[in-house]
């Protein structure tokens, strides 16, 4: 079975049909990935949870919630994290989320399949390079040589390092001055991530088109 993103919703409101659910559920039962989607998804369903009138929820309210796990709001869970690491407000952090839906605030990355979204940051990060990068699946960040720290905190959808090491959101992918790695997004949600560079990065190898 692959990835569950498309039947996640329905797997956590138990709604698949009952053979698809029990597949379903074993598939979460070995899929780190699909365990951390789930985690996510289950915070916002907490609310359901609350209603305590045996009635249907009124019209609307579920595909609500549901358009707001995959909509513009998604990433807003982490506005406190972005705000801290960028060093900027929370209401900064906020728009700053609010713009990685926008299509045009984006501009080619280092390779195919790269976006990246340069960030003004706050005075604590002045100098540093610093973006949201968004990977499609199957993307290759190219092998590159770290001249400073670097640090990578995932918002959505995973990578797995050069070192065999995956990464999902929530977590941060941070890096010594002297090393060197690449990195693949995986299966599921293009991966997109907060990035800070102190210094800069040397490639070790050709760069193919831009992203």
């Known amino acids: ?63 609500r919630i549901l358009q707001e796990m995959g909509g513009p709001g998604r990433f807003r869970r982490f506005a406190k994290e972005i705000a801290a690491f960028f060093d900027v407000s929370e209401e900064q952090a906020l728009r700053l989320l609010t713009s990685l839906d926008t299509p045009g605030a984006w501009v080619p990355g280092p390779s195919r399949g790269i976006r990246m979204l340069p960030v003004e940051t706050g005075p604590a990060k002045a100098g540093m390079l610093a973006a949201f990068v968004r990977m499609q699946p199957g993307a290759r960040f190219p092998q590159h040589t770290h001249l400073g720290r670097e640090w990578n905190f995932l918002l959505e959808g995973g990578i797995r390092e050069s070192s065999g090491r995956e990464f999902w959101p929530g977590e941060v992918l941070e890096r010594e001055e002297g090393s060197a790695h690449s990195f693949t997004a995986l299966e599921g949600p293009a991966c997109t991530a907060a990035t800070l560079l102190e210094g800069v990065a040397s490639f070790d190898e050709e760069l193919g088109k831009p992203g």
């Open 1 to 63: 079975m692959n990835h569950l993103d498309d039947i996640l919703p329905d797997l956590l409101l138990r709604t698949l049909p009952a053979g698809e659910q029990r597949a379903a559920e074993q598939h979460l039962a070995t899929c780190e990935r699909c365990r951390a989607e789930a985690h996510r998804l289950s915070a916002t369903l907490e609310g359901l949870d609350t209603l305590t009138v045996p009635e249907d929820p009124p019209p609307g309210v579920l595909d």
